[in-house]
């Protein structure tokens, strides 16, 4: 499998959807928006968009947000994404200052339309 492939949403896998650890199969556009807006600091307030590959589970893309609870960003918006890359699990991950909601939402967005994202300014986690 193209590693380069693996660095975008696929065109083909399911969606589900984890709100602070709750999984949906069944959801909209409106529910993920919903979320994102509904965020607030605390270890449980999380969304997860992610997809298996039906054929083998062990490949897998996501995005994930979060309100940062302490440090120089703290109550600022993390956004991670990550795969399953040649060599272990990998995790790119961005702060987004607190008023640029509409930034994460376009981002998520276009992750839910399988649009290839630009992971600019995004750092390995691992």
Not at 35 to 42: I, V
Not at 90 to 97: K, S
Not at 108 to 116: H, W
């Amino acid at each position: 499998m193209d590693p380069e492939k693996i660095r975008q949403p696929n065109p083909e896998w399911p969606w589900t959807l984890s709100e602070g650890g709750n999984l949906f199969r069944d959801f909209t556009w409106a529910n993920i928006e919903y979320d994102l807006a509904e965020l607030y600091p605390d270890n449980d307030s999380f969304i997860i968009l992610e997809q298996k590959d039906p054929a083998d589970e062990s490949h897998y893309w996501f995005i994930q947000s979060a309100i940062a609870l302490k440090g120089p960003n703290k109550d600022d918006y993390i956004v991670g994404v990550g795969w399953n890359g040649e060599s272990g699990p990998v995790l790119l991950e961005r702060c987004y200052h607190w008023k640029d909601l509409d930034t994460v939402i376009d981002i998520f967005e276009r992750a839910f339309q399988r649009k290839p994202l630009d992971l600019t300014g995004y750092e390995s986690f691992f």
